[in-house]
């Protein structure tokens, strides 16, 4: 992937759906602001978020990671 591309980041980001600020961005693969503490709540107004999320985002760069999700 060329050095300038670049998509959409705002229709791929995450947002709080109490107070709208962006809380993990996405360039593609890349994830650049992250505003998420480490017990998984909004860092502007606190709400707590669905899921399971690290204090900050992992570093593995833009490529795909397979996951297996266990029924």
């Known amino acids: 992937m060329p ?3 670049f998509y959409d980041t705002e229709g791929s980001s995450t947002y709080c759906y109490q107070c709208g ?3 993990i961005e996405r360039d593609w693969y890349r994830l650049g602001d992250w505003q998420i503490n ?3 709540h909004c860092l502007n107004c ?4 669905a899921g ?3 204090s900050q985002p992992g570093n593995w760069g833009a ?5 297996r999700m266990s029924y």
């Open 38 to 40: 480490a017990t998984g």
């Open 3 to 5: 050095a300038e591309a």
């Open 52 to 54: 399971h999320f690290e």
């Open 21 to 23: 600020l962006r809380l």
């Open 46 to 49: 606190g709400t707590p978020l």
């Open 63 to 67: 490529k795909r990671i397979p996951v």
